[in-house]
């Protein structure tokens, strides 16, 4: 009798995460010696989810953006970005790659003065060779809620419409990553507000990953989870986590 070969059911193959850190290391040396900033960090980041990192000052925070954003080169272990490791990539390749996949926000606005809010917005779009349609251009600042303000310069602006600018500029490009560092640090509380539901709308409506380090357990709880760092390590997580529930897992560290 023939034996016949077993089936199995078919498998779809698993999606690499958004953004992977594969022992991420990153070590400064001054005449004091050297210091660690990052210690062997290894997490992933799915897609469409929106993680704030958190931790103490000198914990590693802006040094693990820099280094997932390409900003920074690790002194050891990898950054995947859509299954592309950005170790190896000349900074011909590694800028391609930032335009054309990553999104930045800062506590700095970094808008172009002379330029007029339009302009600002359709920067990005033109750094690649193309041509900015007016339309999208025009969609994405009444998404960010300056619809009629596309003519007016960055300093005719209030500094939340400001930070708004550097949100529509960022999500031009749909980027499939959306890194913010302490994007709320200079606004008030209300239009912190709305900036955090700009980028909560990023993920939530456009499947976008967001990585946001900031310092305010309100500004975190808008994030599906909450990376915690110590010393340059993971220090723990926690998930759809309340104010005050960031606030005490901050001051346990601390301690």
């Known amino acids: 009798m023939t034996a016949t070969a077993p089936t199995y059911p078919s498998v779809a193959p698993i999606a690499p995460p958004a953004l992977l850190l594969d022992g991420i290391t990153k070590t400064y040396r001054s005449k004091a010696g050297a210091v660690d900033a990052l210690r062997g960090v290894t997490y992933h980041f799915a897609r469409g989810s929106f993680t704030a990192v958190m931790g103490p000052s000198g ?26 490791p950005l170790r190896g990539l000349n900074e011909v390749q590694l800028t391609k790659l930032r335009r054309s996949e990553m999104g930045f926000v800062f ?111 309100a500004s975190a709880a808008y994030a599906d989870r909450v990376l915690f760092l110590s010393d340059g390590l993971l220090a723990g997580h926690l998930n759809h986590a309340t104010p005050p529930q960031i606030a005490a897992a901050m001051n346990e560290l601390q301690r």
Not at 108 to 124: C, E, K, Q, R, T
Not at 152 to 171: C, F
Not at 177 to 198: I, K, N, Y
């Open 107 to 217: 506590q700095a606005y970094n808008l172009l003065p002379s330029l007029s809010v339009y302009d600002n917005v359709a920067l990005p779009v033109r750094l690649t060779g193309r041509r900015p349609a007016r339309n999208d251009v025009l969609r994405v600042l009444d998404q960010v809620g300056l619809d009629g303000k596309a003519k007016r310069r960055p300093a005719e602006l209030s500094g939340g419409q400001q930070q708004r600018v550097a949100i529509a500029r960022a999500l031009i490009t749909q980027p499939s990553v959306f890194f913010a560092d302490e994007p709320t640090g200079a606004l008030d509380s209300g239009t912190s507000r709305q900036v955090l539901r700009l980028l909560r709308e990023a993920t939530d409506r456009a499947g976008q990953t967001v990585v946001m380090v900031t310092h305010d357990p």
């Open 59 to 84: 914990s590693g925070k802006s040094t693990l953006l820099q280094c997932a954003a390409g900003l920074d080169q690790p002194t050891a272990g990898n950054v995947v970005l859509n299954g592309v």
